[in-house]
């Protein structure tokens, strides 16, 4: 090839030249040379390559002559690599070797068992069997088997595939095992294996490896989406602090969710975790239509809502969502439950939180539980100590209807007062207001009304406290406000609003008698018998209550004792009257028709179920109230189904109303009809509420709505339970409704302003909150749905003055009849004892020892005297006598009896039930039966008289 390519050369050296001297004019032998001058150029250096091609190949066969010369073993990148490769095989075969004698010996182990027990002399338990069965086995107990297994068998194949290349290739261990784990690993590293026996290990040994790498591909894809599902089912551990920790979910769950978002909103947020038994992907899902709704979708305010799935009851699913970090916890009441059986749910579910108390680090915050049964009020409470708030669902909503129903427009400002929509109560220290009375901060507070101040010492709430009442270091001030940082103090006093406070006319004149109510309950609820109870305390004597609805006679005694949980009902002011009857069938709501109970078949003669003739119609009533129905037949029954029979039930009722209304008037008869108050329980019928309402308030009650909200709002503040505790009682103060003319002289259309009107309610011992103008053309609320009245809670802008109507509606806060009566009870005790004291220590004598003192009864037995009014009497022990002091002549006694002829005295035997009571006999007289307001004041006046016993 070398004189070939030399010819080339030569001819393109010549051809060039040519071209070359063709334009340079250069002649031919000139060009010849430069030619000859070249090639011999060429092959100088062509023999200077050679011998450089020579010495190359020399050096290379020295190095080859000292590579074969040295250890082959020894690799100077991998200092003892060998050990590291024999100590790992070593290492390997002797677990293989432990972990296979260990099952060798369970194996013989069951064999003989199993010998012994059948009596034979071998048992033939099939080893393939065997060996399935304990990977059966390790598959069950522990997750990491799985990974463990391919790790084995990954072993094995190297182990193998390097014994084969040592015996077979002659490659020592570091480099036969290095080789079986390329292999292995890579299956593109056999390519490059020469030799025949060299391959075939190759090629069995990446089989091997592609096999094992499938499989453990498919362990980790499988554990992935293992996790993946675990966090979409919520099993992760919640890391949140300071949280609102919810715990189940019912109806009311969505509600509460909005209350507590919307209580934190001025807070940018808070995380609130809800722990129940439901799917997290179902609840999220909820969640998102909720939020996506157009019908008054749900609006976070930037709180973030965490689900978690699992069992509110277990000690480490309340762990997993942190429950003893959490601010607050609600404990929901599940649906589809006995009351008592969903009680005993929160009672346990109080008990689990409570042992997270006592083996964790405590409870950050308080507990909410809701109660189904008023019952088991006290046992949740016992458990639960002071770490427990209970709310009871169904006596909130019971004594929310009454009040309502007894006042329509009460419903509207409920509605506006529960839950975080408008203003609420806030309590906060006011340093600056420590030693002022309270009647002298009512004006301190522009965009606030005080109501109630928290003392510190007992942590008792007064509402509606005295106008003398100070302030003491550490106590709260107790407001109505639009949230907990709109407020502030202002720089007015009491003294600059003293020369301008109004004259009323109107508020001297004392309170008239009630007259007796008359109120009709359509439909029946689980807890009518304290329904019952509470409306008895608070309605003028001689009042009746009409009870309509479809459970039979026979059944009605049965079901107010509550199978046998409640005691005989003892009704003071109220009479009960009955009808049966279906209240959505317009027949039988035209004319109510009485029917028997049985009760004085002695008197009457009427046995149980029969009519006594008696019929009422719907004027005769001056409160109708719709329950939601939950009779025998309808326990099962949605929300939805019990909403369809309020809604026509509240529809023929005010039909019934408008006719007899047109009726009176074209007789030119007065006629006041009470409106129907409903209860709803879904949140979607309260626009069908407000389509068929054509007065200006709200004619009915969200029962599952106000729960969510007082609910919410305890766990914001656990103080709130005892201030709505109060407020819908009806043995403190209550939220009322007045008429503006009960407070100002209408005549006059003198301006005033909210302030004003203020001091004119405190001269009746009441706190005005807000006030509600209704427009003096009554039919323009009737007709425009757009122009029904506005409540105005903590109103803005107190002080500009306007003219007051006739419809107006002022909103109090008032003490209720009976807590009224024991007020001035309390003050009638105190005059009385102040005056004892007077009589006896102005001629220097000491102050006889005394007591309030009840006399039940005058020798009549398991019988109690009816005189309400003289029994409550203050009683002393003085100069060898017992003695009243005179109620009618100051200064004067009325003698119980001479101490020198008691003959005995005996404590109480439980008669009469919730009494504390004493039996006095004495000489010539029959035995008297007296009760004392505490146990401690039973035993003092026991210990007392019997000094005086005669031996």
């Given at each position: 090839?070398?004189?070939?390519?030399?010819?080339?050369?030569?001819?393109?050296?010549?051809?060039?030249?040519?071209?070359?001297?063709?334009?340079?004019?250069?002649?031919?032998?000139?060009?010849?040379?430069?030619?000859?001058?070249?090639?011999?150029?060429?092959?100088?250096?062509?023999?200077?390559?050679?011998?450089?091609?020579?010495?190359?190949?020399?050096?290379?066969?020295?190095?080859?002559?000292?590579?074969?010369?040295?250890?082959?073993?020894?690799?100077?990148?991998?200092?003892?690599?060998?050990?590291?490769?024999?100590?790992?095989?070593?290492?390997?075969?002797?677990?293989?070797?432990?972990?296979?004698?260990?099952?060798?010996?369970?194996?013989?182990?069951?064999?003989?068992?199993?010998?012994?027990?059948?009596?034979?002399?071998?048992?033939?338990?099939?080893?393939?069997?065997?060996?399935?069965?304990?990977?059966?086995?390790?598959?069950?107990?522990?997750?990491?088997?799985?990974?463990?297994?391919?790790?084995?068998?990954?072993?094995?194949?190297?182990?193998?595939?390097?014994?084969?290349?040592?015996?077979?290739?002659?490659?020592?261990?570091?480099?036969?095992?290095w080789k079986s784990w390329t292999y292995v690993?890579?299956?593109?590293?056999?390519?490059?294996?020469?030799?025949?026996?060299?391959?075939?290990?190759?090629?069995?040994?990446?089989?091997?490896?592609?096999?094992?790498?499938?499989?453990?591909?498919?362990?980790?894809?499988?554990?992935?989406?293992?996790?993946?599902?675990?966090?979409?089912?919520?099993?992760?551990?919640?890391?949140?602090?300071?949280?609102?920790?919810?715990?189940?979910?019912?109806?009311?769950?969505?509600?509460?969710?909005?209350?507590?978002?919307?209580?934190?909103?001025?807070?940018?947020?808070?995380?609130?975790?809800?722990?129940?038994?439901?799917?997290?992907?179902?609840?999220?899902?909820?969640?998102?239509?909720?939020?996506?709704?157009?019908?008054?979708?749900?609006?976070?305010?930037?709180?973030?809502?965490?689900?978690?799935?699992?069992?509110?009851?277990?000690?480490?699913?309340?762990?997993?969502?942190?429950?003893?970090?959490?601010?607050?916890?609600?404990?929901?009441?599940?649906?589809?439950?006995?009351?008592?059986?969903?009680?005993?749910?929160?009672?346990?579910?109080?008990?689990?939180?409570?042992?997270?108390?006592?083996?964790?680090?405590?409870?950050?915050?308080?507990?909410?539980?809701?109660?189904?049964?008023?019952?088991?009020?006290?046992?949740?409470?016992?458990?639960?100590?002071?770490?427990?708030?209970?709310?009871?669902?169904?006596?909130?909503?019971?004594?929310?209807?009454?009040?309502?129903?007894?006042?329509?427009?009460?419903?509207?400002?409920?509605?506006?007062?529960?839950?975080?929509?408008?203003?609420?109560?806030?309590?906060?220290?006011?340093?600056?207001?420590?030693?002022?009375?309270?009647?002298?901060?009512?004006?301190?507070?522009?965009?606030?009304?005080?109501?109630?101040?928290?003392?510190?010492?007992?942590?008792?709430?007064?509402?509606?406290?005295?106008?003398?009442?100070?302030?003491?270091?550490?106590?709260?001030?107790?407001?109505?406000?639009?949230?907990?940082?709109?407020?502030?103090?202002?720089?007015?006093?009491?003294?600059?609003?003293?020369?301008?406070?109004?004259?009323?006319?109107?508020?001297?004149?004392?309170?008239?008698?009630?007259?007796?109510?008359?109120?009709?309950?359509?439909?029946?609820?689980?807890?009518?018998?304290?329904?019952?109870?509470?409306?008895?305390?608070?309605?003028?004597?001689?009042?009746?209550?009409?009870?309509?609805?479809?459970?039979?006679?026979?059944?009605?005694?049965?079901?107010?004792?509550?199978?046998?949980?409640?005691?005989?009902?003892?009704?003071?002011?109220?009479?009960?009257?009955?009808?049966?009857?279906?209240?959505?069938?317009?027949?039988?709501?035209?004319?109510?028709?009485?029917?028997?109970?049985?009760?004085?078949?002695?008197?009457?003669?009427?046995?149980?179920?029969?009519?006594?003739?008696?019929?009422?119609?719907?004027?005769?009533?001056?409160?109708?109230?719709?329950?939601?129905?939950?009779?025998?037949?309808?326990?099962?029954?949605?929300?939805?189904?019990?909403?369809?029979?309020?809604?026509?039930?509240?529809?023929?009722?005010?039909?019934?109303?408008?006719?007899?209304?047109?009726?009176?008037?074209?007789?030119?008869?007065?006629?006041?009809?009470?409106?129907?108050?409903?209860?709803?329980?879904?949140?979607?019928?309260?626009?069908?509420?407000?389509?068929?309402?054509?007065?200006?308030?709200?004619?009915?009650?969200?029962?599952?709505?106000?729960?969510?909200?007082?609910?919410?709002?305890?766990?914001?503040?656990?103080?709130?339970?005892?201030?709505?505790?109060?407020?819908?009682?009806?043995?403190?103060?209550?939220?009322?409704?007045?008429?503006?003319?009960?407070?100002?002289?209408?005549?006059?259309?003198?301006?005033?302003?909210?302030?004003?009107?203020?001091?004119?309610?405190?001269?009746?011992?009441?706190?005005?909150?807000?006030?509600?103008?209704?427009?003096?053309?009554?039919?323009?609320?009737?007709?425009?749905?757009?122009?029904?009245?506005?409540?105005?809670?903590?109103?803005?802008?107190?002080?500009?003055?306007?003219?007051?109507?006739?419809?107006?509606?002022?909103?109090?806060?008032?003490?209720?009849?009976?807590?009224?009566?024991?007020?001035?009870?309390?003050?009638?005790?105190?005059?009385?004892?102040?005056?004892?004291?007077?009589?006896?220590?102005?001629?220097?004598?000491?102050?006889?020892?005394?007591?309030?003192?009840?006399?039940?009864?005058?020798?009549?037995?398991?019988?109690?005297?009816?005189?309400?009014?003289?029994?409550?009497?203050?009683?002393?022990?003085?100069?060898?006598?017992?003695?009243?002091?005179?109620?009618?002549?100051?200064?004067?006694?009325?003698?119980?009896?001479?101490?020198?002829?008691?003959?005995?005295?005996?404590?109480?035997?439980?008669w009469p039930p919730g009494y504390n009571t004493?039996?006095?006999?004495?000489?010539?007289?029959?035995?008297?039966?007296?009760?004392?307001?505490?146990?401690q004041e039973c035993g003092k006046w026991i210990?007392?008289?019997?000094?005086?016993?005669?031996?």
């Open positions: 090839m070398a004189p070939l390519h030399s010819s080339f050369l030569v001819a393109f050296l010549i051809l060039g030249l040519k071209c070359i001297c063709a334009e340079t004019n250069v002649t031919g032998q000139e060009a010849i040379s430069i030619a000859k001058h070249l090639i011999e150029q060429q092959n100088r250096l062509m023999t200077e390559q050679k011998v450089l091609l020579e010495r190359l190949e020399g050096v290379q066969a020295a190095a080859k002559e000292h590579t074969c010369k040295t250890e082959p073993e020894d690799d100077p990148n991998d200092d003892g690599f060998p050990y590291v490769s024999l100590s790992v095989i070593l290492v390997g075969c002797g677990w293989l070797f432990k972990f296979a004698y260990m099952e060798y010996r369970v194996y013989t182990t069951k064999l003989t068992t199993e010998a012994e027990q059948e009596q034979q002399a071998q048992s033939n338990i099939d080893i393939g069997e065997f060996l399935q069965y304990r990977l059966d086995y390790y598959f069950s107990v522990t997750q990491w088997a799985k990974p463990i297994l391919l790790l084995t068998v990954t072993f094995l194949l190297i182990f193998v595939s390097s014994i084969a290349t040592v015996v077979f290739l002659g490659d020592n261990i570091s480099a036969a095992a690993a890579d299956p593109g590293t056999h390519a490059d294996t020469d030799g025949t026996l060299g391959r075939i290990i190759a090629f069995g040994t990446t089989i091997g490896g592609m096999l094992v790498f499938a499989l453990m591909i498919g362990v980790i894809s499988d554990s992935i989406g293992e996790k993946v599902d675990d966090l979409k089912k919520g099993k992760s551990k919640v890391i949140e602090a300071r949280h609102t920790l919810v715990l189940g979910w019912s109806e009311k769950g969505l509600a509460i969710l909005r209350q507590i978002a919307l209580a934190n909103e001025s807070e940018g947020g808070r995380p609130i975790v809800v722990l129940c038994e439901e799917s997290k992907e179902e609840m999220e899902e909820m969640l998102r239509a909720a939020e996506s709704s157009k019908d008054d979708g749900l609006k976070l305010h930037g709180s973030r809502v965490v689900f978690r799935s699992g069992n509110p009851l277990a000690e480490h699913d309340l762990i997993k969502v942190s429950a003893h970090k959490a601010r607050a916890i609600i404990a929901l009441s599940p649906d589809g439950l006995e009351p008592d059986a969903a009680d005993s749910r929160m009672v346990r579910q109080v008990l689990s939180l409570q042992k997270i108390k006592q083996t964790g680090d405590g409870l950050s915050g308080h507990i909410v539980v809701e109660l189904q049964d008023v019952d088991n009020k006290a046992l949740v409470q016992m458990v639960g100590k002071e770490d427990v708030e209970v709310i009871v669902s169904h006596d909130l909503i019971g004594r929310m209807m009454l009040l309502s129903a007894r006042s329509p427009w009460l419903a509207t400002v409920l509605d506006d007062l529960m839950g975080f929509d408008g203003s609420e109560f806030y309590l906060k220290e006011w340093p600056q207001l420590v030693g002022k009375c309270f009647g002298s901060i009512l004006y301190r507070f522009d965009n606030a009304v005080p109501v109630g101040i928290k003392v510190s010492k007992t942590s008792r709430i007064v509402l509606n406290p005295p106008d003398d009442m100070v302030l003491q270091d550490g106590d709260a001030v107790l407001v109505l406000a639009e949230d907990d940082d709109s407020y502030d103090l202002n720089d007015h006093d009491i003294s600059d609003y003293e020369g301008t406070r109004p004259e009323s006319d109107v508020i001297q004149r004392k309170e008239a008698e009630k007259p007796p109510e008359r109120l009709l309950f359509c439909g029946w609820r689980r807890d009518m018998a304290d329904m019952i109870c509470e409306l008895d305390y608070d309605v003028p004597p001689k009042s009746e209550l009409w009870l309509f609805n479809k459970v039979p006679m026979e059944e009605r005694a049965v079901k107010l004792l509550d199978k046998g949980n409640k005691s005989q009902l003892k009704l003071k002011n109220i009479t009960m009257k009955h009808v049966v009857g279906n209240p959505v069938i317009r027949r039988e709501l035209l004319s109510l028709v009485e029917v028997s109970d049985g009760n004085n078949k002695d008197v009457d003669g009427f046995e149980i179920g029969e009519r006594t003739g008696r019929r009422e119609v719907l004027n005769y009533f001056t409160s109708i109230l719709i329950l939601s129905d939950c009779s025998e037949e309808h326990e099962e029954v949605n929300s939805e189904a019990s909403d369809s029979r309020s809604v026509a039930t509240t529809l023929i009722i005010q039909d019934i109303q408008r006719g007899i209304s047109e009726r009176k008037h074209a007789l030119g008869e007065a006629c006041e009809l009470s409106p129907p108050i409903s209860e709803i329980l879904d949140s979607r019928t309260r626009s069908l509420m407000q389509l068929i309402n054509k007065e200006g308030y709200q004619g009915y009650v969200l029962s599952n709505h106000l729960v969510a909200s007082a609910l919410a709002m305890v766990s914001e503040d656990r103080n709130m339970n005892k201030v709505y505790g109060e407020l819908l009682s009806c043995q403190g103060n209550q939220i009322q409704i007045r008429k503006a003319r009960d407070y100002i002289n209408i005549a006059k259309k003198e301006p005033l302003c909210f302030w004003d009107v203020q001091c004119l309610a405190r001269m009746s011992e009441e706190i005005a909150i807000g006030y509600i103008p209704v427009p003096e053309n009554t039919d323009v609320v009737e007709n425009s749905q757009n122009s029904k009245p506005e409540v105005l809670l903590n109103p803005p802008n107190k002080g500009e003055a306007r003219v007051w109507s006739a419809n107006d509606r002022i909103i109090v806060i008032a003490m209720c009849r009976q807590a009224k009566y024991k007020h001035e009870l309390r003050l009638a005790r105190s005059k009385a004892e102040q005056d004892l004291y007077k009589q006896f220590s102005s001629g220097g004598n000491e102050v006889p020892i005394h007591g309030w003192l009840k006399k039940l009864n005058s020798g009549k037995e398991n019988e109690m005297d009816n005189d309400d009014h003289w029994r409550d009497r203050l009683c002393f022990v003085m100069n060898g006598k017992m003695a009243y002091a005179s109620e009618k002549k100051k200064g004067e006694t009325e003698p119980v009896c001479d101490l020198d002829k008691i003959r005995s005295i005996q404590p109480g035997n439980g004493f039996k006095l006999e004495v000489e010539g007289s029959k035995s008297t039966i007296f009760s004392a307001a505490s146990p210990l007392v008289l019997s000094r005086f016993l005669k031996s």
